[in-house]
């Protein structure tokens, strides 16, 4: 932790505090100012923090990690997810909630990395960010962090209302690896089309409490590890074969995560399929997801599917591509066994796919 993040202060040390929550910032246009030629470079949150006097007022304990240097979420990696997992692993017990402030563009990945490399999780990490820096007059960054903290804080019957990883955006709280960035240039950026929104912001915070996590007391895991050796192959009617070649003879591809059409539909014309079988029968694990970011895929629905199954083609349910992306790096990381794996992506680990 020393290394990767500065503790910047308490914020509010406060005895009679409601809660104590540890701010993680990792960058994004939250925290961006623009540089000399006009372009948004993240800040530190320091001065941030300038722009943001009510946190002393919320009652709460608060604790901030800030990233020592803080990043756009496109130059996020694998070991900034494993730093922000670690930072919440490592601080568990002293903490009630955990924010992460985190650039929109990669958020959902981020939320979904975190809710598989902390199995057992049953306290609220909540991801949120800004379509507008907070220095700005109209930025939407202090309600976003403001709901998030409320959110973290909140409590029934002694335990708290949220256990899980989540984004909070724009007056939604959604399940992190359920949601999706969908819209680039206004307020509301993230939804998740196939599973409900947890919770919504109005006058008051109404939670949707039987599509929230609810899991058994057990012991949390820190599960960092990840294979980056998959790929993704988007189908578009006139691909080229030599897209399919290319992308298959990835050097040390391992899985790969085959974004189809409508409900689960490839084409069957060309060699698309004797490709896969040749590439599932040598051990690469594929994992059929539809582009359409509300539906769900059913192999054998229609006559373009219908040989999916029979050639080992897993179907991803309603699984969104980031949350696939996610659990193939993870699974194949963390299982030796390919039936073991197999069965994995046909089950959900995280509450992110409804199983058929
Ligand atoms: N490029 C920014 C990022 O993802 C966008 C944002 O934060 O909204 O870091």
Redesign the pocket.
């Known amino acids: 932790l020393v290394e990767k993040y500065k503790i910047v202060k308490l914020a509010s040390q406060n005895a009679k505090s409601q809660a104590s929550i540890l701010i993680i910032y990792t ?4 925290g ?1 100012v623009y540089d000399d030629d006009g372009h ?1 470079i ?1 800040f530190d949150f320091e001065r941030v923090m300038d722009k943001i006097p009510v946190l002393s007022k919320l009652g709460l304990s608060i604790t901030i990690y800030s990233f020592v240097q803080p ?4 130059n996020m990696t694998i070991t900034d997810w494993q730093d922000i997992s670690k930072a919440i692993y490592e601080n568990y017990d002293q903490f009630d909630g955990f924010v992460v402030l ?6 959902a990945y981020s939320a979904s990395a975190v809710s598989f490399m902390l199995e057992n999780i049953s306290k609220p990490v909540i991801f949120t ?3 507008i820096p907070i220095g700005a007059t109209r930025s939407d960054a202090r309600e976003n962090l403001i709901a998030a903290l409320e959110i973290a804080s909140r409590k029934s019957a002694g335990r708290p209302i949220v256990q899980e990883v989540c984004i909070y955006f724009n007056y939604k709280l959604l399940r992190g690896n359920r949601a999706q960035k969908i819209r680039s240039s206004v307020f509301g ?1 993230f939804g998740s089309e196939n599973y409900p929104i947890l919770a919504e912001a109005g006058v008051d915070i109404s939670f949707n409490e039987v599509a929230i996590a609810q899991p058994q007391p057990a012991e949390l895991r820190f599960l960092p590890d990840m294979d980056p050796n998959i790929a993704i192959l988007s189908l578009y009617p006139g691909m080229p074969d030599q897209l399919v070649d290319a992308v298959l003879d990835m050097k040390g591809i391992k899985g790969l995560v085959l974004e189809s059409f409508g409900s689960g539909n490839v084409m069957t014309h060309g060699y698309l399929l004797e490709r896969l079988t040749d590439a599932i029968q040598s051990g690469v694990v594929v994992l059929n997801v539809s582009q359409c970011p509300g539906g769900r895929v059913t192999q054998g629905r229609y006559e373009t599917s219908k040989q999916l199954d029979s050639i080992g083609v897993i179907s991803g349910n309603d699984i969104t591509t980031e949350a696939a992306i996610i659990k193939m790096m993870h699974l194949l990381a963390n299982e030796t066994l390919l039936t073991a794996i197999k069965a994995k992506l046909s089950t959900s680990m995280r509450g992110e796919m409804t199983p058929s």
């Open positions: 960058g994004g246009t939250f961006m948004l993240p990043v756009d979420s496109s985190h650039g929109t563009d990669t958020m960010g800004a379509q950026a």
